[in-house]
């Protein structure tokens, strides 16, 4: 990355793998296990997050040294929920459609603890350019679990990607229905998008010892 | 070490400053956005009665609305009345479809007479009842539209949902759930009104017996189908006085 120094690039590529939110971090949990039962909705919310902590980690950056300290939470607080309040309204009176969609996001982002986290992590000590990218590549990262997660859930417990029926009808018994193939619905249910979360953390650490905590 | 932003005084100021400010813009914005987005849902509640009718855009397997700028004239072309019951009185209303049910609904918990809309629609020379229905899912609110003909089999239905769990609640909203209620009966052979239910395991995946007043449910959804079932059975009833004075 030519445009970025050293620094910069690192902020970015970090929180994808070896400083994820929600493998490392542990931020943004409650969403992951919340929609991730289907791929479409991990990817609007992951598109929602990108643009919500994007932007939200400017708008604090520029607002740190005027912040008071004593009500900084409620202050992150009231910015991401007006973002996420105006976007809302605008996509309701232009794009209706794309709303309906995203209706159930609106609550999920405001109180998405990945959000406050990084306000309160980063952007409250940082300028709002490298706050921004911060931002953007917690999001992805975010994001890439996100998708991940809801990926296998959707295709085991569903049999299904984005809607489609990828491994045969269930009901007709074609495809991998045919030898006796079942989905298992406990996919379906948050629990195991725990466990799909955990697997994915026990696999990364496995590859990368540095990042085992010491017991 | 004490900082300016540190005072009690300062940490008031901005208090009110800011919550003035984020208050102003909100109200601002909200007011001057309302009318686009009234319209927006005037014109929803349009596309959702005709798609409960068998008026929509759907292929194989999506479930797509009459496209906007259509829904107006399609919805005068195909409902041919709009009624409203209130007790034994029956008049007519061109508006009815902007009648708010869930205002309605709450008007009949204090005791006032419900205004029970019902759109009448015509269709390839078949008559089509829609009336218009609304209760509670896990997370929030749950509505919908169901078609009939005069024998109140369902001929169709859409399903809509506030805040329900996507991949699971939310799919009531998905053809595969909202088909299977096609052709279901809520009368029984005797005339007494039975509704539907989301049932699990009720051995018949595809739907084939009409007549048992089950649908099969969504897996990981049993809250969203039982509110499903229960605004079905609650604000169908209501309208069985009607159906029967038809027969009359």
């Known amino acids: ?21 929600i493998t490392i971090q542990v931020l943004g949990i409650c969403s992951a296990l919340a929609i991730t039962a289907e791929l479409k909705a991990s990817i609007v919310m992951s598109i929602s997050v990108l643009f919500v902590l994007g932007v939200g ?8 040294n005027i912040i008071p300290s004593k009500i900084r939470i409620i202050v992150q607080l009231i910015v991401v929920a007006t973002l996420v309040i105006i976007v809302d309204l605008v996509l309701k009176a232009f794009a209706y459609e794309l709303s ?18 990084r306000f309160e992590a980063f952007a409250l000590g940082n300028g709002p350019w490298r706050s921004f990218l911060d931002g953007i590549g917690n999001a992805v990262g975010y994001g890439i679990i996100l998708i ?19 491994l045969g009808d269930p009901i007709e018994k074609t495809g991998l229905y045919a030898i006796g193939y079942e989905n298992n619905g406990f996919m379906l249910l948050s629990p195991m998008a725990l466990i799909v979360v955990g697997i994915i953390i026990w696999v990364q650490r496995s590859k990368n010892k540095s990042l085992i905590e010491e017991a | 070490m004490s900082k300016r932003t540190d005072s009690n005084s300062y940490t008031m100021i901005f208090a009110i400053v800011m919550v003035v400010i984020v208050g102003s813009l909100l109200a601002f914005l909200a007011s001057s956005l309302k009318p686009a987005i009234k319209e927006n849902e005037r014109i929803e509640k349009q596309q959702n009665i005709l798609y409960a009718m068998g008026v929509n855009e759907n292929d194989e397997s999506s479930a797509t ?28 209303n061109d508006e009815a479809y902007l009648i708010d049910v869930k205002k309605q609904q709450a008007n009949a918990k204090e005791g006032k007479t419900r205004k029970l809309p019902l759109f009448i629609g015509e269709k390839d020379g078949k008559t089509y009842y829609v009336a218009p229905i609304r209760g509670k899912g896990l ?10 003909d005069e024998n109140m089999v369902v001929q169709g239905a859409y399903f809509d949902h506030k805040g329900e769990t996507p991949g699971l609640g939310a799919n009531i909203k998905q053809r595969y759930f909202m088909d299977d209620f096609y052709g279901e009966h809520l009368l029984t052979e005797a005339g007494v009104f039975k509704g539907i239910t989301v049932a699990k395991g009720n051995n018949d995946p595809k739907n084939e017996d009409k007549t048992d ?11 969203t189908g039982d509110g499903v079932s229960a605004m079905i059975k609650k604000d169908l009833a209501l309208y069985v006085p009607y159906f029967k004075s038809l027969k009359k």
């Open chain 1, 1 to 21: 990355m030519g445009l970025l120094s050293k620094k910069d690039a690192a902020l970015i590529k970090d929180p994808l793998l070896d400083n994820n939110p």
């Open chain 1, 57 to 64: 980690n400017v708008v604090i950056s520029l607002m740190r």
């Open chain 1, 100 to 117: 309906k969609t995203l209706s159930v996001f609106v609550g999920l982002i405001i109180t998405n603890c990945i959000i406050m986290g």
């Open chain 1, 148 to 166: 991940a997660v809801g990926f296998f859930r959707e295709l085991l417990g569903s049999g299904t990607l984005l809607g489609f029926k990828v």
């Open chain 2, 65 to 92: 609305f009459v496209s906007t700028s259509v829904a107006g004239e399609e919805f005068a072309k195909y409902i041919k009345k709009q009624i409203v019951i209130e007790g034994d009185k029956i008049s007519e």
């Open chain 2, 139 to 148: 997370w929030d609110a749950i509505w919908g539209y169901v078609s009939m």
């Open chain 2, 213 to 223: 007043y089950e649908v099969d449910a969504i897996a990981g959804a049993t809250i």
